[in-house]
Every structure is written in structure tokens, then in C-alpha cells.
């Protein structure tokens, strides 16, 4: 009998510990398209990653985790920051960048920009812990026995922090918008953790639809 509640006690941790480990970057793909017409292995192979964040340690996370996930599936891929700088975009005519750009060798670019962080509240209703299998029958003791290690817990309120993302790929000569792709990212444990969250969901679905 005790190890068997031990045994269900056991799986219990590991199912939180591992809820843990997930939490930890969760970033999923809520939505993603490609242009119309895209033809069949027409991959992009040599990209220009921009994020468009303030920060500059922020900026340089983001585009390097993306740059190491593309480069793990063969794209030649750069980091923006060291190549543009970080003021690249005042004063800049909108309609030449794309040109610029393609000038210094880049066939596309990958745009990731924040655009929108959210927290929510929620409500966990409390109960009682016990082992739901274990028959009790017989004997008072036999009921004191398996029921004594029931614990209660109390409800608690969490918040979720929520961070939402864009990703578009360009071509940059002639420009026109490749792929498109929205990400959700739920409470990353640091800055590593969720921008190697973000990169991996979007370079991920970059191959399943077929753009690199």
C-alpha cells in the first residue's frame, strides 16, 4: 500500500516538474501564412535578422538566438545590430531600406517586432489531495491508514505575463512580403529561456511551411 501511494506521489512531482520545465519558454505559433504562389522548395538561404526592440541587450538576444536556429537548418543568417546599428531606420526613406539592405548582400530579411505584452489573472480552486483508486473498506484503521496522508490545498491567485510577437519574411529585391507568423509567449522564466522559446517556434514553422 505505501508504495503504491508512493508511487502516485512519485508521478504527481513529475508531472509538476516537467510542467516547469515547459513553462520555462513556453512560445507557441498562433498563426502563420505563406504568399501565395510560393512554389514548392523555394527557400530563402541567405537572411538579415532584424527585431525591432528597444533594448539593446533584448535586441541582441533575440536576433542571435534566432541567427543560431536558422544556422542549425543551413540558412546563412546575420544579426542585424552589428551590420545596421541601432538608429538604422531615422531618417531613412521607407521605400528605399529594402534596396539598401540587398545592397550589402542579403537576399531577405526576417523582421520580429513586439506587439503587445499582456498579464492576466487567474484563480486555482482548492481541494483535496488523496489517492482516488484506493478502495477504503473494513476496519476504522484501514480508513485512517489510507486517508491520514490526504492533504488540502488552498486556492491561490497567479499571474500569466504574455508576450506577443510578429515575424515577417521578406524578399528584398524586388520587395514584396514572403511569410508572415504570430507567437505567443507565456511567463519565460529569463530573457535566454524565452527568446530561445521564440526563435525555435518561428524557425520551426519556417521549415514546416516550407520556407527554408
Known amino acids: ?17 516537467l510542467s516547469a520545465c515547459v513553462t520555462s519558454h513556453n512560445t507557441d505559433v498562433t498563426s502563420s501564412s505563406r504568399v501565395k504562389g510560393h512554389a514548392p522548395g523555394d527557400h530563402v538561404n541567405k537572411v538579415l535578422v532584424i527585431a525591432l526592440v528597444d533594448q539593446p541587450n533584448i535586441r541582441t538576444a533575440v536576433e542571435e538566438r534566432l541567427v543560431a536556429a536558422l544556422q542549425e537548418r543551413k540558412v546563412e543568417a546575420t544579426a542585424s545590430l552589428p551590420v545596421l546599428g541601432a538608429d538604422y531606420g531615422k531618417g531613412k526613406d521607407r521605400k528605399e531600406m529594402a534596396a539598401d539592405i540587398a545592397a550589402r548582400g542579403y537576399e531577405s530579411a526576417l523582421v520580429v517586432t513586439l506587439i503587445d505584452v499582456k498579464e492576466e489573472m487567474h484563480y486555482t480552486q482548492g481541494g483535496m489531495n488523496y489517492a482516488p483508486d484506493i478502495a477504503v473498506q473494513g476496519a476504522m484503521g484501514q480508513t485512517f491508514y489510507v486517508r491520514q496522508s490526504a492533504v488540502y490545498e488552498p486556492g491561490y491567485f497567479s499571474n500569466d505575463k504574455k508576450y506577443f510577437l510578429e515575424s515577417n519574411l521578406y524578399q528584398l529585391d524586388p520587395e514584396k512580403l514572403l511569410w508572415s ?32
Do not use: F, H, Y
Open 181 to 212: 507568423a504570430k507567437t505567443t509567449t507565456v511567463n519565460p522564466a529569463d530573457l535566454e529561456a524565452g527568446t530561445t522559446g521564440v526563435a525555435k517556434a518561428v524557425v520551426d514553422r519556417m521549415a514546416k511551411d516550407d520556407m527554408i
Open 1 to 17: 500500500m505505501i508504495a503504491r501511494i508512493t508511487a502516485l506521489l512519485v508521478t504527481l512531482v513529475s508531472a509538476v516538474l
